[in-house]
């Protein structure tokens, strides 16, 4: 079988780049004679006749009605008859050299019918991403991906705001870390009466102001933070809910649960990283060095989403601190398990102001007013006391004991001015209450 | 020899009424400057003057007094002058642009003849009888339109009356100066029967031979050359007349109606004061007249109508025999008129769009000489005279030496003839390259027309049945600029969209197309391209998305000028890539007009614009290439 003759699609104009077959006279493998007409195909301008150069027996490579490229080829002549095992080629259409790629995209995807760009491949591979997240789309780029990334951070923030909030509303205190207490009848009784106007939670507010002069006083007494006085109310809180222990607990059902352990809560809000308390454990046991590198810690922590679910979920008492705001009063909100929370105000004209909301169904405006009206006295001595170091062994002496700083092994000792007719210095926290 | 006392006084009121003009002008009252005729006056009243209404006059610059003697009236003239609203063009045309009835004129020399030489032909295809008069000047027989118009009307036989009005200077230049051989000459050489007169005394019968020259036209419906020797009293406008006092006061005597004047003193006297009389009065009452508001003036766009997108299903036909085939059921409205050269069969046109035409419709189809300029302005004429015409340039780059009649005529009547007008001519040429044609029949100059007052620029495109286009173009009534694209002629429009991609066409007046990916997936970039270049995105969809990692819509624009805003601006999403492709130049493009458009409006999109790189086309493929936009290219700026 020789091939005698190629016939190929003519340029017959300039302005042409493809030409139509319109009509083909012979079947595939017929016998031609030389100068026999074998189709008829349309340029832009004319109507151009294909016939042949030789006798012989033709192969058809084109289809009626089919446009095909200037220079393609449309039939061959040969001298012999065909193989009736030859098979027609078709021809390939120009545009298709993504053809192999897509299947190569989509190997391992056959399953969706969603096309995925080069690059958004190689990111999937990369970041081991799930790729039936996009089992809804029909074409993917690597812009869908990244979308994708940035979304799931802020997903993942907000989970694990829930959960923390779920952890902490769900929780079960077990026995051990309280004493309950059932409820007066009187108490309860009370308690209805003031439900009928606040709803089922009666939460009030009491507020003092504490005099400490200028911000600088802060630094006298605090050695690491000197921005806010936060150590040394955790300090004077933690030691004082021992004696109010009715602010250190939670409604439960019909009874109040006190905690027998003192947590503080401080609460955290940078915007970034949602609103949570993390608690200084067992704070009344701890002294003011301790308490300013515990909550070094706990904001660090904080800042990098590391706290972990026990110190979320623990406090019995929580200080919400805005000392660095501009607010001078405020309403902070209980939180859960809890009965009270203290709030810090910024400093005004040398004052600043507490804030305690308190569940009144466990407590009352009395005790909540003697509880502050001491710590006011507390706070407001330590920052009126001159040049006062608490970490200064040396300068104080109780007047009537003779105790001096060193004998403060967990900080719970505190000197106080005295002015009297017969003495003139400092008597300890141990004599002072013996008053 | 008697003349028509109405006659008389006809020329004394233009003259009355010019030097009213130079009054007004001196006491700063007039805004812009006048061309007196005074001195030419029995030129006005010999020929504009003793034709009918339903004839027509094209004049000049030096207009007033073909306007006064044609439509008999003063008094619009001069409160256009004065730039009131109630003037001849609500003050927006003034001295040099007139419009009434039929009588027009422009302040480009030479232009206005081959648009009266339409606006004749147009005539004597309505078979009306009707004539009319060109004016020139010996200056303007400097301009290269004249004998283009002067060889077109002798060969038609077009029944147009040239009157030269030669007052032998041309603004401030001697016409022996630049004034080779002779007018008598030039006519004779057109074949075109030529006559002569002058305005100077009354022995000399002016306005018999004018007339006769008027009968001639109308019996023989063939052209004719009038050359009058007159003289200009006055400056050429204002105050730049140079000549020697010597001069001018030799020509005020020898002026026809001085000597008329003198003949009779006391008689023409008292005319003279009772016209002057008239005019001043007139004058002092309109001084005070309202001009035209500015809100009258600019035209508002109609309301846009909400755009509706419907899909679309391409066709399956060559588009030269689409377009073959709608020029056949064009030219059966017996207002169309296509015009261009090698337009007649056999050869039916270069790109053979006409094929069959000229056998069908020959007193419609109008094959020129090589004068795209004379096309141009043929087709204005006959579109001032209520016909459709479709003129065509057969490549693109001819289009330069049209540009004249585009900009200064089609696009000027409309608004300077304070709307009374229109002239809805398609111009539509083929740009383009690919073919190795080299660098004057491979250009893209659309840019250079854009921004053009009333003109649209149309860009036909492979996939949209240009019947679509033609269909609006039928019916539009202002000028346009239709580009076709030489190689989309001989293509079909094959189309292979990825999966689920779809085609949609607009419902506006002139629909745009749009190729979107499926709703369930994220659009990168907006790719805007028009007419021949958007071959190459939509056959390289899927090669963008896959190795460029673009997931693109496309906008095909069909009219690129002014461009459809809303259908833009609605598809464009912010921070997303914007690209725009076409075939012209890198500077001033059509695509930096649809990037500003879109800046002014979002403000986090990326842009990007291919064109052809800043350099002539050149004819070897591999650099032709190179140039010009390609997928290649497309591909290296994403």
Redesign the interface.
Same mark, same amino acid.
């Given at each position: 079988m020789k091939l005698l003759q190629t016939i190929i699609a003519p340029q017959e104009?300039?302005?042409?780049?493809y030409l139509?077959v319109l009509k083909i006279y012979l079947n595939q493998g017929d016998k031609v004679e030389k100068d026999s007409l074998i189709a008829e195909i349309e340029?832009?301008?004319a109507l151009i006749e294909i016939r042949s150069d030789y006798d012989g027996y033709i192969e058809i490579l084109v289809e009626e009605d089919k446009?095909y490229a200037v220079g393609s080829e449309m039939f061959k002549i040969f001298d012999s008859k065909i193989d009736n095992e030859l098979k027609l080629t078709e021809k390939k259409?120009?545009?298709i050299?993504?053809e192999n790629?897509?299947l190569e #995209?989509n190997l391992d995807l056959k399953n969706l019918?969603v #096309?995925f760009? #080069?690059?958004?491949l190689s990111l999937i591979k990369e970041k081991k991403i799930d790729i039936v997240k996009f089992q809804?789309?029909?074409?993917?780029?690597?812009?869908?991906i990244n979308?994708l990334l940035s979304d799931d951070l802020e997903l993942k923030t907000d989970k694990i705001q829930k959960s923390v909030v779920k952890e902490y509303s769900e929780k079960i205190i077990n026995n051990t870390e309280i004493e309950n207490f059932k409820f007066s009848k009187s108490k309860k009784t009370e308690n209805e009466y003031l439900k009928i106007v606040n709803s089922s939670s009666v939460i009030s507010r009491l507020s003092v102001d504490v005099k400490i002069g200028s911000s600088e006083k802060i630094s006298h007494v605090q050695k690491l933070i000197s921005s806010t006085p936060l150590p040394l109310l955790i300090f004077e809180v933690s030691r004082l809910l021992i004696k109010y222990p009715n602010l250190n607990s939670f409604h439960n059902n019909d009874s109040k649960s006190i905690y027998k352990s003192v947590n503080i809560g401080i609460a955290f809000d940078d915007g970034k990283n949602g609103l949570k308390v993390a608690a200084v454990k067992n704070a009344d046991k701890l002294n003011l060095n301790s308490i300013e590198n515990k909550i070094i810690d706990l904001t660090t922590s904080y800042v990098n989403n590391k706290l972990d679910k026990s110190t979320l979920t623990s406090s019995t008492f929580t200080i919400t601190d805005l000392f660095n705001s501009e607010v001078s009063t405020f309403h902070p909100l209980v939180n859960v398990n809890n009965s009270s929370i203290l709030g810090v105000s910024s400093l005004r004209n040398s004052h600043f102001n507490l804030d305690l909301s308190f569940d009144h169904r466990i407590t009352n405006g009395k005790e909540v007013s003697l509880f502050l009206g001491e710590l006011k006295n507390r706070l407001e001595n330590i920052f009126s006391s001159p040049n006062f170091d608490f970490l200064d062994k040396s300068k104080v002496n109780c007047t009537k004991c003779f105790r001096d700083i060193s004998d403060d092994n967990n900080g719970s000792i505190y000197f106080q001015k005295v002015i009297n007719n017969n003495t003139n210095g400092y008597l300890c926290s141990i004599c002072l209450n013996g008053w | 020899m008697a003349i028509n006392h109405r006659i008389i006084k006809e020329i004394i009121r233009i003259r009355i009424v010019e030097q009213a003009f130079l009054n007004l002008f001196s006491e700063g009252k007039l805004n812009g400057t006048v061309h007196t005729c005074i001195g030419q006056e029995l030129s006005a009243a010999s020929f504009a003057g003793q034709i009918s209404k339903r004839d027509f006059v094209f004049s000049n610059h030096r207009c007033h007094g073909h306007y006064i003697s044609y439509t008999k009236e003063w008094k619009p003239l001069i409160l256009e002058l004065l730039g009131k609203s109630s003037g001849v063009c609500g003050g927006v045309g003034s001295s040099q642009h007139l419009h009434k009835y039929n009588f027009f004129s422009n302040g480009i020399q030479g232009g206005i003849m081959p648009v009266a030489a339409g606006f004749a032909l147009g005539n004597k295809i309505k078979k009306n009888n009707n004539i009319g008069i060109v004016y020139i000047g010996d200056g303007t027989l400097g301009e290269g339109a004249v004998y283009e118009t002067l060889n077109f009307i002798s060969k038609k036989e077009i029944p147009l009356l040239v009157v030269c009005e030669n007052n032998s200077y041309a603004q401030s230049t001697p016409i022996d100066y630049t004034l080779s051989g002779s007018i008598k000459a030039r006519a004779k050489a057109f074949g075109i029967e030529f006559r002569e007169s002058n305005t100077f005394n009354l022995d000399n019968n002016i306005l018999g031979e004018a007339k006769s020259s008027i009968e001639y036209v109308r019996q023989n419906s063939k052209p004719l050359f009038h050359l009058v020797n007159t003289s200009r009293l006055k400056a050429h406008s204002k105050g730049d007349d140079d000549r020697d006092e010597k001069e001018i006061k030799e020509l005020e005597k020898k002026d026809f109606l001085n000597n008329l004047i003198e003949s009779d003193k006391e008689h023409f006297g008292a005319i003279i004061e009772k016209i002057k009389k008239e005019v001043d009065l007139f004058i002092d009452e309109s001084l005070d007249l309202n001009e035209m508001s500015f809100e009258n003036y600019l035209e508002e766009n109609g309301e846009q109508k909400k755009i509706d997108y419907s899909i679309y299903n391409l066709h399956k036909e060559r588009q030269i025999k689409l377009l073959n085939s709608v020029f056949h059921n064009l030219m059966k409205n017996n207002n169309s008129i296509f015009i261009g050269e090698d337009i007649l069969d056999p050869y039916g046109g270069a790109f053979k769009v006409s094929k069959g035409l000229s056998t069908k419709f020959p007193d419609r189809v109008i094959g020129t000489s090589i004068s795209e300029s004379l096309i141009a302005g043929v087709a204005n004429g006959l579109a001032l005279n209520g016909f459709k015409p479709y003129a065509e340039f057969m490549f693109g780059d001819f289009t330069a030496l049209a540009f004249d009649q585009l900009i200064n005529h089609s696009s000027k009547f409309y608004n300077m003839y304070n709307k009374k007008v229109n002239c809805p001519v398609v111009f539509r040429t083929p740009m383009g390259a690919r073919r190795g044609y080299g660098p004057t029949h491979s250009q893209s100059l659309e840019k250079h027309f854009v921004g053009m007052d009333k003109f649209e620029i149309i860009a036909l495109n492979k996939y949209l049945d240009p019947k679509i286009v033609y269909d609006y173009l039928e019916e539009r009534t202002h000028p346009t600029l239709l580009i076709e694209n030489k190689t989309d002629y001989a293509k079909k429009p094959n189309l292979n969209l990825p999966n689920k991609f779809k085609l949609y066409i607009t419902n506006e007046d002139i629909p745009n197309l749009i190729i979107k990916p499926p709703n369930d997936s994220k659009i990168t970039s907006t790719i805007i391209t028009y007419g021949g270049s958007s071959e190459i995105v939509l056959d390289n969809i899927e090669k963008l998305f896959y190795e460029k990692d673009q997931l693109i819509q496309v906008l095909i624009l069909t009219k690129i000028d002014p461009l459809p805003e809303s259908f833009i601006l609605e598809n464009i999403t912010e921070n997303t890539k914007v690209i725009t492709i076409e075939e012209g130049t890198e500077r001033g493009t059509i695509g930096n007009n649809i990037i500003s458009l879109i800046a002014k409006n979002n403000t986090n999109n990326h842009f990007y614009s291919l064109s052809s790189h800043d350099n002539i086309i050149p004819s070897v493929k591999s650099l032709e290439d190179n140039v010009l936009p390609s997928i290649n290219r497309l591909m290296k700026i994403l």
């Open positions: 104009s300039v302005n042409d780049d139509s340029a832009s301008k446009d259409i120009e545009n050299n993504s790629d897509l #995209n019918s #096309n760009s #080069n690059r958004a809804n789309y029909s074409y993917v780029t690597s812009n869908d979308n | -």
